[in-house]
């Protein structure tokens, strides 16, 4: 069926480092692609965004990578702070409809 | 201020009792949705609206209802609350004008039926 999933459940970071999340999708349709975060008590937050004819995109501090072959999007985070701890998300959209469909989520925790 | 509000950020509630849940927005968006978080499973879209009295199931609306008079609000009802509706709630926007892609999301509904 149509999923989009992550391959860890939670990463563990040291501060400064850098951080890779992934995510495996199974829809070849899907056009377009985001991430978003969720900090406890809040609600999801937009990061970054990819379209399909596209395979890397850059905003600060993170860039989102898709690899269509695969079908696999992750998204890398510079220099991780405390404050990017948090519930990561990725989603997918369909093309010609605008439901997104998100994966389980996985969660950062960054070590001081 | 919130773009996107919900109220009330907390419910307790009994197995049977109708609930409402709200939503506003002062984003100017015409797109609105519902979904649900539980753990491990992410966001699960329960019923979306592209316009005012415009509705569409999501992939979970059964046991739910929803209702969009006006543009800037969206309200989830649940008739008679079962404790398998336990769960986190968000409302989200989205704006066609601007691709409809990004939508942006409220604070969270915690709801717990006991």
């Known amino acids: 069926g149509e999923s989009v999933g992550l391959h860890l459940p939670t990463l563990s970071v040291q501060e400064g480092d850098n951080s890779i999340i992934n995510c495996a999708y199974s829809?070849?349709?899907?056009?377009?692609f985001i991430w978003y975060k969720q900090e406890s008590g809040k609600g999801p937050q937009f990061i970054i965004d990819?379209?399909?004819?596209?395979d890397k995109r850059q905003g600060q501090r993170v860039t989102v990578l898709l690899n269509k072959t695969v079908k696999h999007l992750s998204l890398q985070i510079a220099a991780t702070q405390p404050g990017d701890s948090a519930v990561y998300f990725c989603?997918?959209?369909?093309?010609?409809?605008?439901?997104?469909?998100f994966g389980g989520g996985t969660r950062v925790l960054v070590k001081p | 201020d919130a773009d996107v509000t919900q109220t009330p950020r907390n419910r307790i509630t009994k197995t049977g009792k109708r609930i409402m849940l709200e939503c506003s927005q002062t984003?100017?968006?015409?797109?609105m949705y519902w979904y649900r978080q539980d753990p491990g499973l992410g966001l699960r879209l329960i019923y979306y609206?592209?316009?005012?009295?415009?509705?569409n199931k999501g992939e979970i609306s059964d046991g739910y209802s929803v209702s969009r008079q006006a543009q800037a609000k969206f309200s989830l009802s649940l008739e008679s609350a079962i404790p398998n509706q336990t769960a986190l709630y968000f409302c989200?926007?989205?704006?066609?004008?601007?691709?409809?892609?990004?939508?942006?999301f409220g604070p969270g509904t915690r709801l717990l039926v006991l």
């Open positions: 989200a926007t989205s704006d066609t004008q601007q691709g409809a892609e990004t939508q942006y």
């Open positions: 829809n070849s349709a899907s056009d377009y």
């Open positions: 990819i379209r399909s004819n596209m």
């Open positions: 989603a997918e959209r369909r093309a010609a409809g605008n439901k997104l469909t």
């Open positions: 984003k100017g968006h015409d797109r």
């Open positions: 609206s592209f316009d005012v009295k415009d509705i």
